[in-house]
């Protein structure tokens, strides 16, 4: 079954991060997670990170010109929520016995492959961004995550000109390259 | 510092910020020195991950946001965390859809309710008004199967509003002394009314609930006794099939009507009375009941409802059982003579009546407050 085209247009909207489509999706599939982890042992907490986390794996298959969901987006969050929650639960030592099996599902464990690696990048992205201290942090996130130039970054950090601004990120960058190597080399 | 400035050409490089000569320049650099293409590889895988970090972190932020956004509205319900707005703000978002459709849902019922209520009520209220009318019959049946049980029910109805307020009576002595039925004496006092229309006070001399008949004496010095009365009043019995006619008051108007006894009974075969086919109506009661002679044969009292004509007059010679019992009773009052020749015999009906009339009064029953 194809998905149709205003699902396709709800994944074109979330692969740009545009609120209005992340909103439909949401409010479209979340009670259903909800009520799936609620039942199967979990907490309103763990319902959020998980639909969350479908979210995001989602966004990524979105992210691909070419993709295609050859479902709809409905079954291909519940599929992946589910995975993920059984998942969780395996990990915590709280698997329960599933009788649930009738739900219609989609294979997702490869695209949970790269999901997972790419929260594993993620991770190690984070973790090195938080070991940078400040001002580096900031700094950095305001010209790579918030897109700031750099004549408005010297303003809002009070360096003297944009050239010296510029010369303490690339400082920055240089510290947060080492970092981020250090462990995703490991991580290979 | 070259490092960095390494790092800012590598870049620049790759954001594609360097012009055509810098690019070429640059170019040559990476072939010529594995270092530096090592170094842009590794930047530009670098970059990619920035990207990606970014974006993810930014879809992260908007999941919260619209996680956030959608507890407030109350489409999403976590336990106790309805906080943002009162509760029943929340339960009016969650549910303002539903209740939305359920009141469309409403509406569209309520009209095609309405709707076939109009396109088939003609139909069903015909059918309701044609029960009804055979409930009312089954009701009348009940009533008269009722009716022929219960003499006591029966002996009542003329007691009806009308009735209460009078019925008819007639001289049975010519100095003022008056039959009627006890029933038309409901109230406290009475007077009487002559067919001219002149009223007179009379009082109560003897009332027999049982006979429903009823003595009353006119005092009133407006009253002109008659010489003698016309007719008299029969102390046996009457045969069947025997003409009468009677004189009564059922409106302010003396009203004249006729027929038979066609029963030597009363209702439920009370013998004290007959049953006579005349047509009697509320305000007969107490009416003497003549036949052809001009004889008093009785005083109607009563009808049966559902039967057409059907009417009961108290046999006359109960009158001369009443006439004793207040002889006895009261030895002080006067004694009354019944009059004993009727002078009506062989006359035409109308003379009969035009003598009768004077005769006949309108009892006026009403209660002193």
């Known amino acids: 079954m194809k998905a149709d085209t205003n699902e396709q247009a709800l994944l074109k909207g979330l692969a740009l991060n545009d609120s209005k489509a992340i909103e439909t999706i949401y409010k479209d599939n979340f009670a259903m ?119 408005e970054l010297a303003a809002e950090f009070g360096y003297t000109n944009a050239d010296n601004a510029k010369n303490q990120k690339y400082k920055c960058l240089m510290r947060l390259k080492k970092l981020f190597f250090s462990q995703y080399n490991i991580g290979d | 510092m070259d490092d960095i400035l390494l790092l800012e050409a590598i870049e620049r490089y790759l954001i594609g910020d360097m012009n055509a000569a810098e690019r070429e320049y640059f170019e040559s650099l990476r072939k010529n020195t594995p270092e530096i293409d090592q170094m842009v590889v590794e930047h530009s895988m670098f970059l990619h991950q920035m990207e990606f970090y970014s974006a993810h972190r930014n879809l992260k932020l908007s999941l919260h946001d619209a996680h956030n956004k959608l507890v407030e509205r109350g489409d999403v319900y976590e336990g106790g965390e309805l906080t943002a707005k009162g509760r029943v703000i929340q339960l009016y978002n969650k549910y303002k859809r539903v209740t939305a459709i ?54 009542k109805i003329p007691e009806n509003a009308r009735l209460i307020s009078g019925g008819s009576g007639f001289l049975i002595d010519a100095k003022g002394y008056i039959i009627t039925n006890a029933h038309v004496l409901k109230g406290s006092g009475a007077v009487v009314v002559n067919s001219k229309g002149q009223e007179f006070n009379a009082t109560i001399a003897n009332i027999d609930q ?111 059982l009443m006439v004793d019992e207040l002889a006895k009773s009261d030895t002080n009052i006067e004694k009354i003579k019944l009059p004993l020749r009727s002078s009506l015999k062989g006359m035409e009906r109308k003379k009969q009546i035009s003598k009768l009339e004077d005769c006949v009064f309108y009892v006026k029953a009403f209660s002193k407050k």
């Open chain 2, 210 to 320: 049982e006979k429903d008949l009823a003595i009353l004496k006119i005092n009133d010095g407006d009253y002109e006794p008659l010489s003698s009365l016309p007719y008299s009043i029969r102390k046996g019995n009457t045969e069947l099939g025997e003409q009468i006619f009677t004189l009564g008051y059922p409106r302010n108007d003396i009203v004249y009507g006729e027929g038979y006894l066609s029963a030597r009974s009363g209702y439920n075969s009370d013998s004290l009375s007959y049953q006579v086919q005349i047509s009697a109506n509320p305000g007969n009661s107490g009416g003497p009941v003549f036949n052809n002679n001009g004889e008093v044969i009785g005083i109607l009292s009563t009808r049966q409802a559902q039967a057409e004509g059907v009417a009961f007059a108290v046999k006359s010679k109960n009158i001369y």
């Open chain 2, 102 to 155: 359920a009141a469309s849902v409403g509406g569209v019922i309520a009209l095609v309710i309405s709707g076939l209520a109009i396109y088939f009520s003609p139909v069903v209220n015909g059918n309701q008004i044609e029960q009804l009318s055979k409930q009312i019959e089954v009701i009348k049946k009940n009533q008269q199967y009722q009716g022929t049980l219960i003499n006591e029910v029966k002996s």
């Open chain 1, 33 to 151: 997670v909800q009520a799936y982890i609620l039942q199967n042992n979990g907490s309103y907490d763990d319902a959020r990170d998980i639909f969350q986390e479908a979210m995001i794996a989602l966004y990524e298959k979105a992210q691909n010109e070419s993709f295609v969901l050859t479902c709809q987006i409905k079954t291909y969050v519940y599929s992946i929520c589910r995975r993920l929650w059984l998942k969780r639960l395996q990990q915590l030592g709280r698997y329960s016995n599933q009788v649930d099996s009738l739900d219609e599902t989609v294979p997702v464990e490869e695209d949970l492959e790269i999901h997972e690696k790419r929260n594993a990048e993620f991770a190690i992205m984070d973790r090195a961004m938080n070991s940078l201290g400040e001002p580096c942090k900031s700094l950095l996130e305001g010209y790579y995550l918030k897109k700031m130039g750099m004549q």
